[in-house]
């Protein structure tokens, strides 16, 4: 998940000379901001909250499908919906995480950004490879065609 995150809370400072230059901040809530909307965070759930497997791949990945994978960037357009228009000049893959990849639709007049899922979150990177290849997979059941120009 790609989210803005803001932290609330109180910052507090020692007054004994022994503590002098420490301070301590006293967690509020935390307040993610998303495509969807804002999701309200406690401070149990952010303590429990799992770091995402693909974290320290993801650039190398992303960088990989888009310079020896090209044509299949183009192939998961299959699934966005609703099905891109002509108007689409070019798919980027911009991000990925243990829920799916987005994907950049750069259009005549901006872009827009397109989530598709991964069949089922990953729980380690050595699990990308094959919830990737269900993408594709699942791509190539699509009948529609690509949208991008030859």
Same mark, same amino acid.
């Given at each position: $998940?790609? &989210?803005?995150?803001?932290?609330?809370?109180?910052? !507090?400072?020692?007054?004994?000379?022994?503590?002098?230059?420490?301070?301590? %901040?006293?967690?509020?809530?935390?307040? /993610?901001?998303?495509?969807?909307?804002?999701?309200?965070?406690? =401070?149990?759930?952010?303590?429990? &909250?799992?770091?995402?497997? /693909?974290?320290?791949?993801?650039?190398?990945? !992303?960088?990989? /499908?888009?310079?020896?994978?090209?044509?299949? @960037?183009?192939? /998961?357009?299959?699934? %966005?919906?609703?099905?891109?228009?002509?108007? @689409? !000049?070019? &798919?980027?893959? %911009?991000? $990925?995480?243990?829920?799916?990849?987005? =994907?950049?639709?750069?259009?005549?007049?901006?872009?827009?950004? @397109?989530?598709? +899922?991964? +069949?089922? +979150?990953?729980?380690?990177?050595?699990?990308?490879?094959?919830?990737?290849?269900? =993408?594709?997979?699942?791509?190539?059941?699509?009948?529609?065609?690509?949208?991008? +120009?030859?």
């Amino acid at each position: $998940m790609r &989210a803005r995150v803001t932290l609330t809370g109180r910052l !507090l400072t020692p007054y004994s000379d022994e503590a002098a230059g420490s301070t301590c %901040v006293e967690f509020g809530r935390a307040v /993610l901001e998303t495509a969807d909307g804002f999701a309200y965070v406690g =401070l149990e759930e952010l303590e429990a &909250a799992r770091p995402d497997p /693909l974290a320290g791949y993801e650039a190398g990945m !992303l960088t990989h /499908l888009l310079d020896d994978h090209a044509d299949l @960037v183009t192939l /998961l357009l299959r699934l %966005v919906h609703p099905l891109p228009t002509g108007a @689409v !000049l070019r &798919a980027l893959p %911009v991000a $990925m995480d243990r829920y799916g990849i987005t =994907l950049r639709l750069e259009e005549r007049r901006g872009h827009r950004d @397109v989530r598709l +899922p991964f +069949p089922s +979150p990953l729980d380690d990177v050595g699990q990308s490879g094959t919830q990737i290849q269900a =993408l594709f997979s699942a791509a190539r059941r699509r009948s529609h065609r690509n949208t991008l +120009p030859a």
